[in-house]
């Protein structure tokens, strides 16, 4: 009796489920388009990379895969926001196509 319950068991597992939802919807979060441009802005705050993912509440790597290049991590529109208010940018100067420059330094 235990042997068919084991068995009956198992050769349910190996079948694939036919309801499997995905787990997202497909809507993906955006990547900052150049990396470089986070790092940037947060030097500009003279923010290390502890000080700032800290504010954010996230760990130092992840902050560190989102700043990655390529980025190994995506930040959600939610995140990127958030880093913008703590670094005082707008959220298009970490997504921005043309270069950082240094005109801004005195």
């Known amino acids: 009796?235990?042997?068919?319950?084991?068995?009956a068991s198992l050769s349910s597992?190996?079948?694939?489920k036919e309801?499997?939802?995905p787990r997202r919807s497909g809507v993906r979060a955006p990547v900052i388009q150049d990396p470089a441009k986070?790092?940037?802005q947060r030097?500009?705050?003279r923010l290390s990379p502890i000080a700032l993912a800290g504010?954010?509440?996230?760990?130092r790597g992840h902050l560190s895969e989102i700043e990655k290049i390529p980025p190994t991590r995506s930040a959600s529109p939610e995140l990127l926001g958030r880093i913008a208010d703590e670094?005082?940018?707008?959220?298009t100067a970490l997504m921005a196509d043309d270069e950082p420059n240094g005109s801004e330094a005195a």
């Not at 504010?55 to 760990?59: H, N, V």
């Open 1 to 7: 009796m235990l042997f068919a319950l084991v068995r």
């Open 55 to 59: 504010r954010l509440g996230i760990s």
């Open 13 to 16: 597992m190996s079948q694939p």
């Open 19 to 21: 309801s499997v939802k």
């Open 87 to 91: 670094l005082g940018c707008d959220i």
């Open 43 to 45: 030097v500009k705050a």
């Open 38 to 40: 986070l790092r940037y």
